[in-house]
């Protein structure tokens, strides 16, 4: 018997606080554009009277109209979502296609006790609809109700005690109370994680803070004039003692940078949970933002398990699991297992798809050196001639990175290499990140063999393997391998996949 929601089964409209929650995150952006332009008076003040004018009668305006004209209904067959103002869209989305209800709040979200509701399904690269913004229960009602209306689409037998209509009084959107659970991460595991994950992103965005905050006449009179003054003192000191502190600038941003890294991963991961429920996993983490994410493993296409040199000495590793239909915007798959030893991963892999990494790899070909480090030369010629119009003849030591150069391309060629089953193809790479793709046979979509004019004058080639998952982002490579090789490493792949006669052993 189909159950009806009778809520959900009319047109009906995101929360109002959707209206207040663009108002606040706009805020910063209209008071930097106040003081810049009236208050401090960088330019004519006509220009930014227009912007809050503009602001005030076109833009304010059409927000109220945009969640005026967003309706969602929700019946036992599909999800219907209507917007636009003066061009109507009406977006239809089957039940049984839904793969992935995840649930996003920011700070200020949480605050307002609402929540972005995303649903994914398998045959796009972008969530096929975004509900901006429900109350958090009603979140977790809606995702109640797709399961329910799924698992009678299906005709499976459920209790109704299970998929009972959703009690008003939900007050969280959490799919992680109920089935096994594989992964709970203590505050500790959260902070050791932070430790040796070891990105240097933060450096970028200190370099980008640092331009943006420039623009402010007060930070301008007060810090940016002495920074300029004491870089200007700084490079008229002998060559001598500037390049001991240039090396240790380097290593104070490089420690600044990894201590802010160890906080932003602990409020991100804080309290990182997974469960697998039937045939999918649910996971919840995050500290200011909340995240709960749902990873269908009916559509799994990959699984890639990474670290890097110092998780590696710890017997530490991540796993990432790549499905059909994950949202590219979000630049990349959700870790599955952010960090555990390689004994409790291999566990928690064996109750997700049973994977055996091998002890062996076959390598690419060794002309991938020669390769590498040409580009890693020509890449580094803007250092060369930068160091030289600065230091004059003593730029001539950065010269000495050659050979570090030549090194890296070495290890390059050791860690990459590939290794292919009965059902299952493995492709390594990575000298810092280092990776391996598992890639199921039967999850192939194509296969094909590229060799550019420079690979083609070392008789090279690079396979190229093709999930669903991510639209091609996460697909797996096997570069600079030998032409001859790469035909018979195709057949091999080919073979496999016609053992696996598109069987998912999930």
């Given amino acids: 018997m189909t159950i009806l929601y009778e809520d959900y089964n009319h047109f009906r409209r995101l929360h109002p606080l959707t209206l207040l929650y663009g108002l606040i995150r706009n805020l910063p952006y209209l008071l930097i554009t106040f003081y810049l332009g009236i208050y401090q008076r960088q330019t004519e003040e006509l220009i930014y009277i227009g912007i809050f004018l503009l602001v005030g009668m076109v833009i304010i305006p059409a927000a109220i109209l945009r969640w005026y004209y967003f309706t969602f209904m929700i019946s036992d067959k599909e999800i219907i979502i209507k917007s636009g103002i003066l061009a109507k869209k009406q977006r239809t989305i089957p039940i049984e296609r839904v793969q992935n209800l995840n649930v996003k709040q920011d700070l200020i979200q949480r605050i307002l006790g609402i929540a972005r509701l995303q649903i994914e399904t398998a045959g796009d690269t972008s969530a096929e609809g975004v509900l901006e913004f429900v109350k958090l229960k009603d979140a977790d009602e809606i995702n109640r109700i797709i399961r329910t209306y799924q698992h009678n689409l299906s005709n499976t037998e459920f209790s109704e005690a299970e998929f009972k209509v959703p009690s008003k009084s939900s007050e969280s959107f959490n799919s992680t109370e109920h089935g096994n659970t594989l992964l709970k991460m203590t505050n500790r595991d959260v902070f050791v994680y932070g430790m040796i994950r070891l990105r240097p992103l ?56 990894w201590l802010i890294d160890i906080i932003w991963t602990f409020v991100q991961f804080y309290g990182f949970k997974i469960v697998k429920d039937g045939n999918k996993l649910f996971a919840s983490y995050g500290m200011l933002s909340r995240y709960s994410i749902t990873i269908p493993l009916k559509k799994l296409q990959q699984i890639t398990i990474s670290t890097n040199p110092v998780k590696k000495k710890f017997d530490f590793f991540t796993m990432i699991l790549h499905t059909a239909g994950y949202d590219i915007t979000m630049k990349s798959s959700p870790a599955a297992v952010p960090l555990a030893k390689r004994s409790v991963l291999n566990q928690i892999a064996q109750q997700i798809y049973p994977v055996n990494l091998p002890e062996t790899f076959k390598s690419i070909s060794e002309k991938s050196i020669r390769r590498a480090f040409v580009l890693y030369f020509i890449l580094s010629i803007p250092v060369f001639v930068s160091s030289l119009w600065i230091f004059e003849v003593y730029g ?48 192939i979509q194509t296969l094909h063999i590229v060799s550019t004019i420079f690979q083609r004058r070392l008789n ?39 053992k696996s006669n598109k069987v998912t052993t999930i």
């Fill in 460 to 498: 090279l080639a690079t396979i190229h393997i093709d999930t669903a998952a991510s639209g091609g982002l996460n697909d797996a490579t096997i570069p600079d391998i030998d032409l001859e090789t790469a035909e018979m490493v195709l057949q091999d792949i080919n073979i496999a996949f016609k």
């Fill in 396 to 443: 001539l030591i950065t010269l000495a990175i050659l050979p570090l150069l030549y090194y890296f391309a070495i290890l390059r060629w050791r860690h990459r290499g590939y290794e292919i089953s009965d059902n299952l193809i493995f492709v390594r790479q990575g000298v810092w990140n280092q990776k391996v793709n598992v890639i199921p046979a039967e999850k």
């Fill in 202 to 257: 933060f450096l970028v965005y200190g370099a980008w803070a640092m331009s943006y905050l420039s623009q402010f006449q007060f930070l301008q009179e007060k810090v940016f004039s002495y920074l300029d003054d004491t870089f200007t003192s700084f490079f008229e000191l002998p060559i001598i003692y500037l390049i001991p502190l240039i090396l240790v600038f380097v290593l104070f941003s490089v420690i600044i940078s």
